[in-house]
């Protein structure tokens, strides 16, 4: 199975950008499928972004279309997540994760996931 580590998160006031980072070692990055997902606390996990394989199906949360952009770099083994125009209701620990047979918004179908970078949006 592939490992993945993030980076990226951290402080930003409202209105800001940040963007995610998540490397991925240990497999054939081009077979899976990548999603974000997010979890704040004393709530559920929930569906963020996700892309397909080659990068031709790009989806997203109602609450982040828009303002997130996933993007991913094949060669360099790489999926981001860019914020926009981010919200204190942003704030939640971020995770991404590799789906072989993707993408697909329940995180129960991902395979992988990587340990999570936090983003934390002040008013």
């Known amino acids: 199975q592939v490992q993945l580590v993030e980076s990226g998160g951290g402080l930003v006031q409202a209105g800001g950008s940040l963007r995610l980072s998540c490397a991925a070692s240990?497999?054939?990055?081009?077979?899976?499928?990548m999603g974000w997902f997010r979890q704040a606390p004393g709530k559920e996990r929930e569906f963020v972004a996700a892309i397909s394989r080659f990068g031709k199906t790009l989806n997203y949360a109602d609450s982040v279309k828009g303002r997130f952009t996933i993007s991913r770099d094949n060669a360099k083994n790489m999926v981001y997540l860019r914020m926009n125009s981010l919200k204190p209701e942003d704030t939640a620990a971020y995770y991404c994760?590799?789906?072989?047979?993707?993408?697909?918004?329940?995180?129960?179908?991902?395979?992988?996931w990587g340990q999570g970078t936090q983003v934390t949006v002040s008013s």
């Open positions: 240990g497999g054939t990055f081009s077979r899976y499928a």
């Open positions: 994760a590799a789906d072989r047979l993707g993408p697909h918004f329940r995180g129960e179908e991902y395979d992988s």
